[in-house]
């Protein structure tokens, strides 16, 4: 059974680094993209940006590029989100997603719980 | 990139059909048939009901359906339940600067 869990809740100060995991499990990590999603208090869903662990090959909305960095250790079975000095602006629930491909039948067909984040100083 | 465009809300009482749209571009929506649709209660992680644009995941209910004519996609939900009751995404492939995905604001559906 495929699952990915993700790392527990964080509460960080403006200016800090933070860097939040989505470890996959039940399927061949390195042959299917993961994908990070953001939701502010409230709000939608925001596409942040995806990574193939088997190449490294990674993607990223143009609002989110040069903010984050997304990253993978495949011995592990595990993706990362990282921020280097974060802003209270990125308090928000941040999930993984795993997408099959991303040429053709592009789907997030199974989801990480999610991981909160909270910046406040 | 702008995100692909919902309706705040739609609503309906249990039985009835009700359907939800999701505009976007020839540079997504009107490109691909890779429009998929996610549903999200209080508190969850969204979960996968359609996609590429029509096609249900293993487990869904046939009361869900999807369409797309030109730039817009609909997700149709017949007999509605009580449990429907909650926030609706629809996401489209795009090439637009880049090779990835956009989301749609989301729809609240409330079961009357």
């Known amino acids: 059974e495929v699952h990915l869990v993700q790392s527990g809740a964080e509460v960080t100060k403006p200016g800090e680094s933070l860097k939040i995991s989505c470890k996959g499990s039940?399927?061949?990590?390195?042959?299917?993209?993961i994908g990070w999603v953001r939701q502010m208090p409230g709000k939608g869903l925001e596409w942040m940006g995806v990574i193939y662990p088997r190449d490294s090959d990674t993607r990223y909305s143009p609002s989110f590029q040069g903010q984050v960095i997304i990253s993978v250790d495949i011995p592990i079975s595990t993706a990362y989100l990282q921020w280097n000095s974060l802003t209270a602006s990125d308090t928000a629930i941040y999930y993984c997603a795993r997408y099959p491909s991303m040429v053709r039948g592009v789907m997030a067909d199974y989801w990480g719980q999610g991981t909160l984040v909270t910046v406040s100083s | 990139q702008s995100a692909l465009t919902q309706p705040a809300s739609v609503s309906g009482s249990p039985g009835q059909s009700i359907t939800i749209s999701c505009t976007g571009t020839s540079s997504d929506v009107g490109a691909y048939n890779y429009v998929s649709w996610y549903q999200q209660h209080p508190g969850k992680a969204p979960k996968l009901m359609i996609y590429d644009v029509n096609n249900r995941p293993s487990g869904i209910s046939n009361r869900f359906s999807g369409s797309k004519s030109g730039n817009t996609a609909s997700l149709t939900i017949s007999g509605l339940r009580a449990e429907d009751e909650a926030d609706y995404y629809c996401?489209?492939?795009?090439?637009?600067?880049?090779?990835?995905?956009?989301f749609g604001g989301g729809t609240k559906l409330t079961v009357l």
């Open positions: 996401s489209s492939y795009t090439t637009t600067n880049t090779l990835g995905v956009l």
């Open positions: 039940g399927y061949d990590f390195d042959s299917y993209w």
